[in-house]
């Protein structure tokens, strides 16, 4: 195989427990029930892991409900073929069927209700990937998880598209290993799938991807950016991303200055002052500010205090103190 791995399961008149056994040796711990008392539960998929993505192809034959401790820190694409999916998030219920597809944080979903004969292709993209593919294409930092629309209407030119792109990438992955595209071809065609969810299902940055686009940025400069964005919490100095960028250190202050107006390390800084603001302003976050601080490459606190004052203002212990008094 080209790929990651193939993982592929046939599961036919099971039990709970033992669906629910499967599913935590297999994917994760849940809790597994048939939609109808003392009923057995019929599974099947096939699953490929390509770089930071997950495509598969599934059919519930019987009908079930799956409940999630927890999901992966990943966004799902559900492509319909038959039948009808819910997903519950806490907040609302989300329904799939025919020509009505999902797109979703995983992280989020509570439980899934699938019933009897519902089959779709999924692809699952790592938050991580996803975020850097939203920030080529607005040519900025990203600090902001993106936030979906939910369901997507595959009945529009727009739906047709993602459906169509959908379909190809699995047809490309589920054939003869003779047959196979190469594993540069596929992540192309997820990149492509990124973008064009990005650009086509509303999120919180469509109205800042609708602006018209700057200039193109030389590739060793996005080399140079997305080195900072995976490395961000790692000591850097601008010789480390010079190298990992395939340029001089003259030249990569030349393209920042041309193309960010600003220099390498204070865009590396405006990167880590987002993110630890995000951070701190998050009610979700129980670290104390400087651990939050250090998880962003800050090493010397005294100084990282000061930045943070002279960018947003106040001191992180505000923002702190903010957070954990819900926001009075």
Same mark, same amino acid.
């Not at 939609?35 to 519930?60: F, P």
């Not at 009808?84 to 797109?103: D, F, H």
């Not at 169509?164 to 490309?172: F, Y």
């Not at 041309?258 to 800084?269: A, E, I, S, V």
């Given at each position: 195989?080209?790929?990651?791995?193939?993982?592929?399961?046939?599961?036919?008149?099971?039990?709970?427990?033992?669906?629910?056994?499967?599913?935590?040796?297999?994917?994760?711990?849940?809790?597994?029930?048939?939609?109808?008392?003392?009923?057995?539960?019929?599974?099947?998929?096939?699953?490929?892991?390509?770089?930071?993505?997950?495509?598969?192809?599934?059919?519930?034959?019987?009908?079930?409900?799956?409940?999630?401790?927890?999901?992966?820190?990943?966004?799902?694409?559900?492509?319909?073929?038959?039948?009808?999916?819910?997903?519950?998030?806490?907040?609302?219920?989300?329904?799939?069927?025919?020509?009505?597809?999902?797109?979703?944080?995983?992280?989020?979903?509570?439980?899934?209700?699938?019933?009897?004969?519902?089959?779709?292709?999924?692809?699952?993209?790592?938050?991580?990937?996803?975020?850097?593919?939203?920030?080529?294409?607005?040519? *900025?930092?990203? #600090?902001?998880?993106?936030? $979906?629309? =939910? /369901?997507?209407? @595959?009945?529009?030119?727009?739906?047709? +598209?993602?459906?169509?792109?959908?379909?190809?990438?699995?047809?490309?992955?589920?054939?003869?290993?003779?047959?196979?595209?190469?594993?540069?071809?596929?992540?192309?065609?997820?990149?492509?799938?990124?973008?064009?969810?990005?650009?086509?299902?509303?999120?919180?940055?469509?109205?800042?991807?609708?602006?018209?686009?700057?200039?193109?940025?030389?590739?060793?400069?996005?080399?140079?950016?997305?080195?900072?964005?995976?490395?961000?919490?790692?000591?850097?100095?601008?010789?480390?991303?010079?190298?990992?960028?395939?340029?001089?250190?003259? *030249?990569?202050? #030349?393209?920042?200055?041309? $193309?960010? =107006? /600003?220099?390498? @390390?204070?865009?590396?800084?405006?990167? +880590?002052?987002?993110?630890?603001?995000?951070?701190?302003?998050?009610?979700?976050?129980?670290?104390?500010?400087?651990?939050?601080?250090?998880?962003?490459?800050?090493?010397?606190?005294?100084?990282?205090?000061?930045?943070?004052?002279?960018?947003?203002?106040?001191?992180?212990?505000?923002?702190?103190?903010?957070?954990?008094?819900?926001?009075?």
């Amino acid at each position: 195989m080209k790929y990651a791995g193939l993982s592929v399961f046939k599961i036919m008149n099971a039990d709970a427990d033992e669906m629910t056994e499967h599913y935590a040796k297999t994917l994760s711990p849940v809790k597994v029930e048939p939609l109808q008392r003392r009923s057995l539960i019929s599974v099947e998929d096939r699953h490929y892991a390509v770089e930071r993505c997950g495509v598969w192809n599934g059919r519930c034959h019987s009908g079930m409900r799956v409940t999630l401790s927890g999901g992966p820190d990943a966004y799902a694409l559900y492509l319909p073929s038959s039948g009808v999916m819910a997903i519950e998030t806490g907040r609302k219920q989300l329904v799939s069927e025919p020509a009505v597809g999902l797109l979703g944080d995983m992280s989020c979903f509570d439980k899934l209700v699938l019933h009897e004969d519902r089959s779709h292709i999924g692809i699952a993209f790592e938050k991580s990937a996803m975020i850097r593919q939203l920030s080529e294409l607005l040519d *900025a930092p990203v #600090a902001d998880g993106i936030e $979906f629309a =939910d /369901t997507v209407n @595959l009945g529009t030119v727009k739906g047709s +598209r993602i459906a169509a792109l959908g379909n190809l990438i699995w047809s490309c992955l589920d054939v003869d290993e003779v047959h196979q595209a190469s594993s540069a071809f596929i992540e192309r065609l997820l990149q492509a799938m990124m973008t064009l969810l990005l650009e086509t299902v509303p999120n919180n940055y469509s109205a800042r991807l609708t602006k018209p686009i700057s200039p193109a940025i030389p590739k060793r400069l996005k080399r140079a950016i997305e080195y900072m964005h995976a490395n961000v919490s790692s000591p850097m100095g601008i010789a480390d991303i010079a190298e990992a960028a395939g340029t001089s250190v003259r *030249a990569l202050q #030349a393209a920042f200055q041309q $193309f960010k =107006d /600003t220099t390498p @390390l204070n865009y590396l800084r405006a990167i +880590r002052l987002e993110g630890v603001r995000k951070a701190l302003t998050d009610p979700a976050t129980s670290l104390s500010v400087s651990e939050v601080a250090r998880s962003w490459g800050f090493s010397h606190m005294g100084r990282f205090a000061a930045l943070y004052h002279q960018s947003f203002g106040e001191m992180p212990s505000n923002a702190a103190k903010l957070r954990r008094g819900g926001g009075k």
